[in-house]
C-alpha cells in the first residue's frame, strides 16, 4: 500500500521511531497523528511534534477516524487501536514497512543498500562486512556503534538507534555531511524495510517473544524475506531458512552455517577453513588465528560476512585478506590491555546472560584472576538484562570469580559485599572499581548491557 496525499495516518509508538516516521509523512499525507503509547515522550518533545503539524495524543484513539494505521511489530496486538483497526478493517503497516515506502522516494541510485537483522551477530556481522568491502568501495555503515565512514575511518554520529526508522535519520546524517558512498550497511531490529538489495538474517537462535508475549521475534524477522524487493539477495542462516519453510522464487537465496553442511552455500569445512559454493563459484577461504579476539565469538559474522561480501562478487582473496585484518569489534569480545591488566570487552546492547557465561569460560582459559563487572546500564536496551538470570549467574559462577561488580539500578538487591559482590552505577565505574580491586596481568571482564 502507498501513501496517499488524502490519507489520514494514526502513527503509534512514538518511543521506537513513530516521531521520525510522523515527521517524514507529515508533507506526505493530508493528517498526521503521532499516539505515545508508552507516554515516555516529554511535553516540550510533544509540542514539537505539534509545531510541525502533527497532532499527539497519549490515549488510544477510534481507529475508524483514520485511513491508515503504522505500528511496531513488537506493539501488543491488544493495544485498543490495534483492535479497533482490525474489527473496521483499516490497514495496518508496520513501521518497517512505512519506513520503506518513505526510503523508496530516497536517491539510492547506483548504490547498494544491505540490511542486517538477526538475533545475535548483527553489528559484528555489519562492521567485518564494512570492512571487507572497504578495500573496494566506499562504504558507509549504521549500526548499534553509530554512523561510521569507512573511507575516512570517521564517525559520522553516535548514539542511533537501529529502529526501522533509524535508517531514514542516518541516510539524511550521511548527506548531511556529504559524504558520498557506495555501498550502505545498516543494522535494524525485528526485520527489514523491503528496500534492501542484500537484506541478511544472521540467526534466530535463543528465540524470544515481542508484542507481550504474543508472538515470536523471528516471525518479525521473517519479513526480511516477506517483503524483499524482486531479483533482491537475501543472505540467511540455515537455522533461520530451516524455520521458515519454502522462500520466495524471485529472490537469490543465499544460506550459510557455523559447521560442516554441504547444503549451504558457505560453510565452515573446519574450524580454520569456510568453503563456498555459489553457481560457479567455489573455493575455501583460510581463517586467521584469532589475535586480541575469541574467534569463537565470531563464527556467525565470519561466515554471514563472506556470504553477503560473495553474493556482491567481492573476490575471495579481498575477502580473506580482510578477515586477516580483523581485530575484533569493540564490546564484542574485544581483548585488549588496561593498566598493566587484561581487559576483556563484552559490553554491547546484545550482551545477555547466555554471552556473559561464554566470556567467563573464555577469561578462565587465559589462566589469570578475574574480576567481572556484569549488569546493564539501562534496562531499556533490548529488553534489559533479566536480575533473575544474573542472580542465578552468581550462584553458579561466584566461586570462579575474585569479585563481582554490578551495575544497573535492577541489580542492587543482588550486591552482598560480605561475598564480594559490588555496585557500580554505571560501566565507567565498574571498570574503574575493578581496577582498584585488581593487580597486573588480573583480568577484568566486562560484560554490561549497553549501548556503545
Excluded at 551477530?121 to 548499534?144: M, P, R, Y
Excluded at 539501562?378 to 549467574?393: I, R, T, W
Aim: glycine letters at 8%; aromatic letters at 6%; proline letters at 2%.
Amino acid at each position: 500500500m502507498q501513501f496517499k496525499s488524502s490519507h489520514r495516518v494514526a502513527v503509534l509508538d512514538l518511543t521506537h521511531g513513530g516521531a521520525v516516521i510522523a515527521r517524514k509523512l507529515r508533507n506526505i499525507v493530508s493528517e498526521i497523528t503521532a499516539i505515545d503509547v508508552y507516554k515516555t515522550m516529554d511535553a516540550a518533545e510533544l509540542d514539537a511534534l505539534e509545531n510541525c503539524g502533527i497532532k499527539t495524543s497519549r490515549e488510544p484513539l477510534d481507529a475508524s477516524d483514520f485511513d491508515l494505521i503504522i505500528a511496531p511489530v513488537h506493539l501488543d496486538s491488544n493495544y485498543p487501536m490495534l483492535k479497533d483497526a482490525l474489527s473496521n478493517n483499516i490497514p495496518v503497516l508496520s513501521h518497517h514497512v512505512a519506513a520503506g515506502q518513505i526510503l523508496s522516494g530516497y536517491n539510492l541510485k547506483n548504490k547498494t543498500l544491505v540490511e542486517i537483522t538477526g538475533t545475535k551477530a548483527k553489528t559484528s556481522t555489519a562492521i567485518l562486512l564494512a570492512q571487507i568491502l572497504s578495500g573496494e568501495k566506499k562504504v558507509v555503515s549504521h549500526t548499534s556503534r553509530g554512523i561510521e565512514d569507512w573511507s575516512t575511518g570517521k564517525s559520522v554520529r553516535k548514539g542511533l538507534s537501529i529502529t526501522p526508522a533509524s535508517i531514514l535519520l542516518a541516510l539524511d546524517a550521511v548527506e548531511e555531511a556529504g559524504i558520498e558512498f557506495e555501498v550502505f550497511i545498516s543494522e535494524i531490529s525485528l526485520g527489514g524495510t523491503g528496500c534492501a538489495d542484500i537484506g541478511v538474517i544472521t540467526t534466530i537462535a535463543n528465540d524470544y517473544k515481542i508484542a507481550s508475549g504474543t508472538r515470536l521475534a523471528s516471525d518479525a524477522k521473517r519479513q526480511m524475506i516477506l517483503n524483499a524487493k524482486p531479483k533482491s539477495s537475501i543472505v540467511v542462516n540455515k537455522d533461520a531458512l530451516r524455520f521458515f519453510g519454502a522462500c520466495r522464487r524471485d529472490l537469490n537465496i543465499i544460506s550459510f552455517t557455523e559447521s560442516i553442511d554441504a547444503s549451504c552455500s558457505v560453510y565452515y569445512e573446519d574450524e580454520k577453513t569456510i568453503a563456498y559454493y555459489l553457481d560457479k563459484k567455489h573455493g575455501r577461504i583460510c581463517l586467521p588465528d584469532a589475535q586480541g579476539y575469541d574467534i569463537n565469538a565470531y563464527k556467525t559474522a565470519f561466515a554471514c560476512a563472506t556470504a553477503a561480501a560473495l553474493a556482491m562478487n567481492i573476490g575471495a582473496d579481498v575477502i580473506g585478506r580482510a578477515l586477516c585484518d580483523f581485530g575484533g569489534a569493540e564490546g564484542r569480545m574485544k581483548k585488549t590491555s588496561l593498566a598493566g591488566r587484561t581487559l576483556i570487552d563484552n559490553s554491547n546492547s546484545g550482551m545477555d546472560i547466555r554471552v556473559a557465561e561464554k566470556a567467563l569460560e573464555f577469561s578462565k582459559a587465559q589462566g589469570e584472576r578475574i574480576v567481572m563487572v556484569l549488569g546493564e546500564e539501562a534496562k531499556e536496551v533490548c529488553e534489559g538484562l533479566d536480575p533473575s538470570g544474573v542472580e542465578q549467574f552468581i550462584q553458579k559462577h561466584l566461586d570462579e570469580l575474585a569479585a563481582l561488580v554490578l551495575v544497573g539500578e535492577r541489580m542492587k538487591p543482588l550486591v552482598n559485599t560480605e561475598d564480594n559482590i559490588h555496585y557500580a552505577g554505571n560501566l565507567a565505574a565498574g571498570i574503574e572499581l575493578a581496577k582498584k580491586m585488581t593487580h597486573e596481568k588480573d583480568i577484568i571482564l566486562s560484560c554490561v548491557k549497553c549501548f556503545r
